[in-house]
Each structure stands twice: as C-alpha cells, then as structure tokens.
Nanobody
Framework: QVQLVESGGGLVQAGDSLRLSCAASGRTFSNYCMGWFRQAPGKEREFVAAISYGGGSTSYAESVKGRFTISRDNAKNTVYLQMNRLKPEDTAVYYC?????????????????WGQGTQVTVSS
C-alpha cells in the first residue's frame, strides 16, 4: 500500500502562484511514477502532469504547459506541483496519484493509489 497526502491548496487570485505537495508513505517511493490530476465540479478528472520514477521524464497537459512544473524529491518521498500564472479555469480539486507504469501515466485508470485531494480556487 502507498498512502498519499496532498497539501498546499488554497484561494488565490488570477496570476498568483501556488505549490502543491504530495507526501507518500508505505512502499518504495522511487518505484512509482507520480502524477497530478484535477477535477472541477461537474467535470471528469483530468490529467495535469506526471513525472517518471527518478524524475528524468515529465509530461504535461497542454492547458498547463509553460505554467506548471512537476518535480519530485525521492529522499523526501514527496512530489510537487508548482503552479504559476494561475487562471480561474484552474479551479479544481487536485489529486496526486502513484502509478507503476510510465506508459499509462497520462490516464487516471493507470494509477494504483490516490490521495484525498486539495482544493485550489482561483478568483478572477
């Protein structure tokens, strides 16, 4: 089992920045690629970003490319999502997930474990 706990969400204004963290415990963190997804009210959960086991590869949704940066610290068992130039359409609950296969990291059903989510609200 892997337990994931997200933090860092909040209410910000358009153009502001936030950094989300996801702390993992349980099995060996570096055995998993990690991803961030988000879900707005009435919408499906959508891919935001993913990072490979050692951090050498990353992948982003087009809507966040150039504004968001995913990173990980395997010594601290933590994955981060730095979000800059936030927009109202970024408002959602953000979830981190752990997956064993990098090839499936852009799809929510490729993930084995999920955190409880953290709310991000961006006002205009």
């Amino acid at each position: 089992q892997v337990q994931l706990v997200e933090s860092g969400g909040g209410l910000v204004q358009a153009g502001d920045s936030l950094r989300l963290s996801c702390a993992a415990s349980g099995r060996t963190f570096s055995n998993y690629c990690m991803g961030w997804f988000r879900q707005a009210p009435g919408k499906e959960r959508e891919f935001v970003a993913a990072i490979s086991y050692g951090g050498g590869s990353t992948s982003y949704a087009e809507s966040v490319k150039g504004r968001f940066t995913i990173s990980r610290d395997n010594a601290k068992n933590t994955v981060y999502l730095q979000m800059n130039r936030l927009k109202p359409e970024d408002t959602a609950v953000y979830y981190c997930g752990a997956a064993t296969r990098w090839a499936a990291a852009r799809g929510w059903n490729g993930y084995d474990y999920w955190g409880q989510g953290t709310q991000v609200t961006v006002s205009s």
